[in-house]
């Protein structure tokens, strides 16, 4: 069995925030979804957990970082290409994320970044010359 990853964000809005991550072409798993949780999948090794900020502070014991004011995490992932690291931080400017600026281009790696409805800082990278990456 691969290792999944689960990545757990706090949210102000629920429906807001699942609408987005459909929005940029995540899954909704329902069956890991209700009132205080919404799981989004990317692909079969990592999920988004999106929580309400209620429900994500009992998991812990310090105060939720309000993401519009803080950074806590740089959540990065890879793609295929750089049209497809174009594409999704097309989707999720349209879809409401405020754009991380201009690409950055360092011949190796592409990249393009985003913030979530919910301040959550994104990634997305295309990287030349990985494994199974051209």
């Not at 957990?49 to 939720?64: A, D, I, N």
């Not at 360092?106 to 959550?120: I, P």
Request: hydrophobic fraction near 40%; include cysteine.
């Amino acid at each position: 069995m691969s290792t999944q990853i689960f990545v757990n964000l706090p949210c102000h809005d629920l429906p807001k925030a699942k609408a987005f991550y459909e929005a940029i072409g995540y899954r909704n798993n329902p069956q890991f979804t209700d009132d205080k949780a919404a799981c989004m999948v990317v692909d079969d090794t990592i999920h988004v957990m999106l929580l309400t900020r209620e429900f994500f502070g009992s998991f812990v014991k310090k105060p939720v970082a309000d993401t519009r004011q803080v950074v806590g995490a740089i959540n990065c992932l890879s793609l295929d290409s750089r049209e497809a690291v174009d594409d999704i931080h097309s989707k999720a400017v349209k879809a409401g994320a405020k754009s991380g600026g201009d690409p950055q281009d360092m011949g190796f790696m592409y990249s393009r970044a985003f913030e979530d409805l919910d301040g959550n800082h994104w990634e997305f990278v295309h990287m030349s010359g990985m494994p199974d990456q051209a």
